[in-house]
């Protein structure tokens, strides 16, 4: 991946500590998260119920699903238990001298 495949989506500082934010990036629904001087991204769309996540709670390093409470791994989109069985998209994204950004090419399992 390039330095050309990220796109800036904002500066870290606008990005409240611990909570979700939804973005639209070029027609792709996203949900961001800031961890200190971390961010996460992920597809916006709970693999179970097909509900907003960024409407969910953050805890720790997990987002929880607001409608049956599936959590998971702002890091991998991997779910912690049921009802939800598929991870979610994640999305690489970088701070670079205090700006977020993100390239619309998701993770693989390999460099997730």
Do not use: Q
Not at 43 to 70: F, N, Q, Y
Not at 87 to 107: M, Q
């Amino acid at each position: 991946m390039t330095d050309n495949d990220f796109l800036r989506v904002c500066a870290l500082d606008e990005l409240p500590e611990g909570e979700a934010v939804a973005a639209d990036i070029h027609g792709t629904s996203i949900v961001l998260v800031r961890r200190g001087e971390e961010a996460f991204a992920l597809h916006d769309e709970c693999s179970h119920a097909a509900v907003a996540l960024s409407e969910g709670d953050v805890e720790d390093c997990s987002i929880e699903c607001w409608l049956h409470g599936s959590t998971f791994d702002l890091r991998t989109g991997k779910p912690s238990g049921p009802p939800a069985t598929e991870p979610v998209r994640t999305y690489p994204i970088e701070v670079r001298d205090g700006d977020v950004y993100l390239s619309l090419k998701p993770k693989t399992t390999e460099n997730a």
